[in-house]
């Protein structure tokens, strides 16, 4: 309920605004009346259609096919064993920042790789931050970026993003969109020194990229 | 003020049959869909289970994205206007040779040539003599329009290398809300390829084309990606044609002007290097082309097969940009620019006597512009930019050469502010209303102000629609100001162009291949800048004086399959009317249609590329009706039958079909017959 009312305040801005025709240079004819009441009415049907759905936008088709290649990444990298020595059947998967994935982790949770469990987990800051295999660090943490990857430091963690520049700036695979497919990039050099052996499967399929700039 | 509603109700309810009766469709549709879609229902065209998919079939899924529409990136489903894309890979496998040729296969477009320079049209719009001034060029973001003429260069005079493209997007409708004037019909962001491109090869591309009527092309190229994150492309291309040797023209058919044959005389030369280089957060891309033709058709009364006629256009620039993202989703944009452009052309006369006439346009410019990208209370995508431009040299001379008469030396300069601002409000999560506004100021003729509307509605996963108004201007331009000598006259007092539409655009996926798009539009444009003659000395003139009306209805269907057979079939029918004299504009083709499909006959190995098109009949100047016609085009394409060789072998106008495109008032012409059957074999190599 609250939303339609919500939505109704910019909706009767925008028509205030559209009656606003006497500045000339802003608008040089009034716009008619039978537009308005297109644009009412379109805006009353789907106020009416999405109470009653969950409907889906291209946003979301991305990230189902995210998070479908973060399956993929959990079953072709190789943790090392002390990884593990906490919870031999558990997988984390942990969420840094801004979640763009909304509903579509949930298509992943749960399900078993390589015998363990796949369990999601969602930190807003990096101070938050706990154990986890696979970290995806959402774009909106981009200017957080070194010091994320610096705490994390050579511990044994996929760091996954979807930013530009992310795999040279350290960070181990990296979708990115290629003429409307996503593809992804990985650094092995990053890989490595987390301790992480990724398949060459894997590897195969991947861009190789390697570190823009050397810090130790 | 009601009466004024009343008239433009009823001119409303008159003129646009098409959105009534589509908003009704969209009205019954949404109605009907209400109940039949659950919570939690999995989406209709990705399997239940993506999970049980291969890596290799997760990356052949489509997600469609675009750049221009609003300035960053966004899926091309939520930009406020129709879009189309096309890649670096259609332009290899159709075997397109410029910008001219891209934008002859995109839906609702037509491209005249005569000879001399291409002029694009779209929707219905596309005066013969028109240079372009109402699409706006961006390379990169770059605007490419001169500061003269304002003219999108799109035929051989298009300052980048076609094989440098990594996509073209095409961003239909009115955009001077973001991006000023010249965005009145359509936006053209051509996006290159980055020197990592480039890469996997140890970074060297060589390309060399030869083709018919003596052309050859050569280009090398270079790209790497360096440790130190520096990342580099250069290239450097030449282009020479000779032409057709012999060009008739029935006009000229009599025993003084060589019986109507102009020999020797389509030469078409170029050559351009570009150098695109990125640092961290810092891109610094510069352009120098050079273009030179020989005119074959006698235009604007000059003696006919006199070899000295040509046209050389020189274009170039300097652009620094700084990208960089800062915590909180604040995105911050800043670039800095110079622009040069040159013009001559030599036009021999025979007044008499006999004398070469030399017209030339010196451009120079330089600005900044500043754009702050924002997410604000998550629901807010906030842009707030601004712009300004110092054009410190607009000059325009022209000069017979001997006996030395000089007509015109005019030189000017003139600045331009701009700000604008755009939100787009993400009300759901399948409701967007992307509003925006910009003001710009210039030191010419004031001001404008230019809205964009766009609601954005998504009822399934696979369905959208847009119902979009937005206005755009073009300002007129130095050569519309103050041109003048030889039976021209200045006008300063000249205003802006306007343009105002209405658009009602709905995309659909279906199944798992294929996307539809249906638009229906509506638009009039005032103030339109027109050359008459002022009946007190006989001179010709600017004056903003005409109206136009159009609609028209868009219709499109795209397939990509896993293979990578690929196609493309649309339809557009529109109308134009000038509102002055109640007739159909000419060169408006009522029907544009057209059919690309490229077939993969060796997987990854070896393609077929097809292309029809068919425009229907046009009305020429002398009042006359040129032909409709179909033209096919077929390319076979070949990749890595040897690593890193690409060959391809083009044959245009296949059934060698006669042609013709319009004359525009500076030719005798009414009509200017185009090539026949031609080829060409291209060879690109990797290092």
């Known amino acids: 309920m609250e939303k339609i009312i919500i939505s109704y305040i910019p909706v009767s801005g925008l028509i205030a605004w559209l009656d606003m025709g006497v500045n000339t240079k802003l608008m040089p004819e009034r716009l008619n009346k039978v537009f308005r009441l297109i644009v009412i009415f379109t805006i009353g049907i789907g106020l009416s259609s999405v109470s009653n759905a969950s409907a889906e936008s291209q946003r979301s088709r991305e990230y189902l096919i995210k998070a479908a290649f973060l399956y993929n990444f959990a079953k072709f990298v190789e943790w090392p064993a002390e990884a593990f020595k906490d919870g031999l059947d558990t997988l984390y998967l942990g969420v840094l920042g801004v979640d763009p994935f909304g509903d579509a982790l949930d298509s992943i949770k749960d399900k078993t790789v390589k015998g363990k469990k796949l369990v999601i987990k969602r930190f807003t800051k990096i101070d938050d931050l706990e154990k986890c295999h696979i970290l995806f660090i959402s774009a909106s943490e981009r200017g957080n970026l070194r010091n ?18 992310f795999a040279q700036l350290g960070g181990i695979i990296n979708l990115i969109t290629i003429e409307n497919n996503i593809h992804f990039e990985i650094n092995p050099d990053a890989a490595e020194r987390a301790k992480l052996k990724i398949s060459s499967h894997l590897l195969k399929l991947a861009k190789i990229v390697t570190s823009g700039s050397q810090r130790e | 003020m009601r009466g004024l509603n009343q008239k433009v ?31 939690g229902e999995p989406p209709r065209n990705l399997p239940p289970d993506l999970t049980k998919l291969s890596i290799e079939e997760l990356m052949k899924i489509e997600v469609a994205t675009v750049y221009g529409a609003s300035k960053y990136e966004q899926k091309v489903i939520e930009a406020p206007s129709s879009v189309s894309v096309i890649t670096a890979d259609e332009i290899k496998k159709y075997g397109y040779r410029t910008l001219a040729e891209i934008l002859r296969n995109a839906r609702g477009f037509f491209v005249t040539y005569d000879r001399n320079y291409s002029y694009a049209g779209v929707r219905g719009f596309g005066r013969p003599g028109d240079y372009n001034t109402r699409i706006l060029i961006l390379v990169d973001g770059h605007r ?39 965005a009145f019909l359509a936006v053209i962001n051509i996006i290159t ?84 280089l990125s640092f961290h957060d810092f891109t610094l891309e510069g352009v120098f082309h050079s273009r030179e033709k020989e005119i074959p058709t006698a235009s604007f009364g000059t003696i006919f097969n006199d ?37 001559n052309g030599d036009y021999p006369f025979d007044y008499p006597p006999i004398t070469l006439f030399r017209d030339f346009a010196w451009g120079q410019w330089w600005g900044w512009e500043l754009k702050i990208t924002k997410t604000l209370f998550e629901r807010h995508k906030l842009v707030i930019g601004g712009e300004f431009q110092d054009h410190f040299q607009q000059d325009q001379k022209n000069y017979d050469k001997d006996p030395y008469l000089l007509y015109l030396d005019d030189k000017r300069d003139s600045t331009v502010w701009a700000l604008y601002l755009q939100d787009e409000f993400e009300i759901f999560k399948n409701l967007i209303l992307n509003a925006g506004i910009r003001y710009d100021r210039y030191s010419t003729f004031g001001r404008s102000t230019n809205p964009r509307l766009a609601l954005i509605y998504s009822p399934f996963e696979k369905t959208t629609f847009k119902l979009l108004y937005g206005t755009a201007f073009r300002a007129p331009n130095v050569y519309e100001f103050y041109y003048q000598g030889g039976g021209n006259k200045s006008n300063p007092d000249l205003k802006p162009e306007r343009i105002q539409t209405h658009e009602l655009v709905w995309e659909q996926y279906i199944g798992k291949h294929l996307r539809g798009t249906a638009s229906v539009y509506h638009y009039k444009i005032k103030d339109l800048i027109s050359q008459q003659t002022d009946p007190m000395d006989g001179l010709l003139v600017y004056n903003n004086v005409g109206k136009i009306e159009a609609s028209g209805l868009e219709l499109e269907l795209e397939g990509k399959w896993v293979n990578g057979l690929k196609g493309r079939i649309s339809y557009a029918i529109q109308q134009t009317k000038n509102k002055e004299t109640g007739e159909t504009l000419t060169n408006s083709p009522k029907h544009l249609a057209k059919f690309n ?51 391809s072998g083009s044959v245009y106008n296949l059934f060698n079909k006669k042609y013709s495109d319009l004359g525009s008032e500076e030719h005798v012409q009414d009509l200017i017959l185009q090539d026949g059957r031609n080829y060409r074999v291209k060879i690109t190599y990797r290092f």
Do not use: W
């Not at chain 2, 440098?164 to 955009?175: K, Q």
């Open chain 2, 9 to 39: 109700l009823k001119s409303f309810t008159s003129c646009l049959p098409y959105i009534r009766m589509a908003s009704c469709i969209l009205l019954v549709a949404s109605l009907m869909m209400i109940d039949r879609v659950g919570a």
């Open chain 2, 307 to 343: 070899p000295r006629a040509r046209t050389i256009d020189d274009r170039g620039y300097l652009d620094l940009k700084y990208d960089h993202t800062f915590s909180n989703q604040f995105n911050v944009i800043a670039r800095l620019y110079y622009d040069n452009y040159y013009y």
């Open chain 2, 193 to 276: 390829r980055s020197g990592q491109d480039l890469k996997d090869f140890k970074g060297v591309e060589a390309s060399a084309e030869v083709a018919s009527f003596e052309t050859y092309k050569g280009r090398l190229s270079f790209g790497n990606q360096f440790k130190s994150g520096l990342e580099i492309l250069l290239s450097g291309s030449y282009f020479k044609s000779h032409g057709k040797h012999h060009l008739y023209y029935g006009e000229f058919d009599a025993p003084a002007t060589n019986f109507g044959i102009a020999d020797n005389l389509d030469g078409d030369k170029f050559y351009n290097f570009l150098s695109k």
């Open chain 2, 144 to 182: 490419i329009n001169d500061n003269i003429y304002d003219q999108a260069l799109i035929g051989t005079e298009f300052p980048i290398d076609v094989d440098l493209i990594n996509r073209v997007e095409i961003i239909r409708g009115p955009s001077s809300s973001l991006y000023g004037t010249s």
């Open chain 1, 148 to 165: 994320i990857l610096q705490s994390l430091n050579n511990s044994s963690v996929l760091t996954v993003s979807e930013m530009e520049k």
């Open chain 2, 597 to 647: 499909l490229i077939a993969p006959v060796i997987k990854e190995k070896f393609f077929v590329g097809i292309e029809e098109q068919f425009t229907s009949k046009r009305k020429t100047l002398a009042g006359r009706e040129a032909d409709s016609f179909f033209v096919t085009n077929l390319t076979l394409f070949s990749q890595n039958f040897l690593k890193g060789l690409e060959i």
